[in-house]
Nanobody
């Protein structure tokens, strides 16, 4: 399993933007579907976005569709989450996750066996 480290979280005002990064080590993520999930305070972890291992397809949760963009740079072994138009309800710990090599597209949390430690995003009103 690869090791994942998220960065780029912080405090931002509503309407602002942040870009999260997820750097992988211990292996190449070229063949892995990758995802972002988040856990708001007092709530379950929820799906945010995933990207297929060929980067040909992306999927988004309804709450972030049109505002967030997931991308990957396999040469840098890194996945990104560009977040625009942030809202206070986007406040959460954001987690990067790696799926299984050459796996089919999925948005199911249990299909991602490798997780980062998370990065806090706080959006003030």
């Amino acid at each position: 399993q690869v090791q994942l480290v998220e960065s780029g979280g912080g405090l931002v005002q509503a309407g602002g933007s942040l870009r999260l990064s997820c750097a992988a080590s211990g292996g190449t993520i070229t063949s892995y579907p990758m995802g972002w999930f988040r856990q708001p305070p007092g709530k379950e972890r929820e799906f945010v976005a995933t990207i297929s291992w060929r980067a040909a397809r992306t999927y988004y949760g309804d709450l972030v569709k049109g505002r967030f963009t997931i991308s990957r740079d396999n040469a840098k072994n890194t996945v990104y989450l560009q977040m625009n138009g942030l809202k206070p309800e986007d406040t959460a710990v954001y987690y990067c996750a790696a799926g299984r090599p050459f796996a089919a597209d999925t948005i199911t949390r249990s299909d991602f066996p490798s997780w980062g430690q998370g990065t806090q995003v706080t959006v003030s009103s």
